[in-house]
């Protein structure tokens, strides 16, 4: 199947820019296992990972990582 | 904690319940998923418990994820921009602006086009009505014939290579470098799809451009940096 027409629609589609018809429609097509189109998405991937990063990082209060990491604990500890 | 291990090595060890692993796996990413969450949602609270949900998240996603191969700090930067989104749509009474202008380099921001030539009410409501149905738009959806109803943009099977991934790490001053020389209207286009959450139509609606108007100018700007990231990581011999 020759998917290059959808070649712009990628990064659109994981941005969630595109109309909800054509984002059903590429989806569905996604689905269906077109291996042109999941490497393609996935080469769109890193433009929208190269996007997302952007912002200047930014460093939490350490006081987030320390409640997260004892939640976890929390979670994995053995039942009495 | 060996630090020559990879993320995915990390990953692996997470996937075996060990908090170490997690706890490396947050030094190492932490600042660029939060400097992210911070941009869209600059409420201390609301950023910090968006940070531990996703990281959270990890944790619990971590079997299934390290089976797929795909990049950790792919994953984490997709998972917190699906977790802004999630929590626009749940605070849309007060949804947040655009918080400070990345992609622009000139002292307007797109929020501040947006209020200069918008004729819709303002961003905030419409963002938050986008975001509603961006997250009806991903829910699975069984469909005769497919084999993956479920596949989502954040879903591991469309995750870059973690090989990918490291390549475009060592490039990316130079990667943010190229969407700066995009056109102000392209920068400003991108900067509402991509920390607003907004689609084409309603860039266009927000913007007061016509629909074929907006549309080119996020097409255009997308298009530039795939191309800009093809031949910076030298998949593609683009002579650009």
Not at chain 1, 20 to 41: I, M, S
Not at chain 2, 17 to 39: F, K, M
Not at chain 2, 137 to 151: D, E, F, S
Request: proline share 8%; hydrophobic share 40%; glycine share 6%.
């Amino acid at each position: 199947m020759g998917c290059q027409h959808l070649e712009e629609l990628y990064e659109l589609w994981l941005l969630g820019a595109l109309s909800e018809q054509n984002a059903t429609d590429l989806r569905a097509h996604l689905a269906r296992g077109c291996p042109y189109c999941l490497t393609r998405v996935r080469e769109a991937a890193e433009t929208v990972y190269i996007l997302g990063l952007a912002p200047k990082p930014t460093r939490p209060h350490p006081r987030v990582k320390a409640e997260l990491l004892r939640q976890i604990s929390r979670k994995t500890a053995p039942h009495r | 904690m060996n630090e020559e291990l990879s993320p995915e090595d990390l990953l692996a060890r997470v996937a075996r319940q060990d908090v170490a692993a997690l706890g490396e796996l947050y030094d190492r990413y932490a600042p660029r998923v939060y400097g992210l969450i911070v941009h869209v949602l600059p409420a201390r609270d609301d950023a910090e418990e968006t940070l531990q949900d996703v990281f959270m998240r990890l944790w619990n996603e971590s079997p299934s994820l390290s089976q797929e191969g795909g990049s950790v700090a792919a994953w984490l930067v997709a998972i917190a921009r699906e977790a802004v989104v999630d929590r626009l749509r749940a605070s849309r009474k007060n949804a947040p602006s655009l918080g400070p202008h990345i992609y622009s380099t000139g002292p307007e921001k797109a929020s501040e086009t947006v209020a200069r030539k918008s004729k819709t009410p303002p961003l905030p409501a419409s963002n938050a009505r986008h975001l509603e149905r961006i997250g009806e738009a991903l829910k699975p959806r069984p469909a005769n014939g497919v084999k993956n109803p479920a596949i989502r943009p954040v879903s591991p099977a469309v995750l870059p290579r973690p090989k990918e991934i490291t390549l475009i790490d060592d490039r990316l001053g130079l990667l943010h470098k190229a969407i700066k020389e995009l056109p102000k209207q392209q920068r400003d286009a991108l900067e509402l799809a991509v920390f607003g959450g907004l689609s084409e139509s309603e860039i266009a609606v927000e913007t007061g451009e016509p629909l074929a108007k907006a549309q080119r100018s996020l097409r255009a700007a997308v298009t530039f940096i795939k191309h800009r990231r093809r031949a910076v990581c030298g998949t593609w011999a683009a002579n650009i």
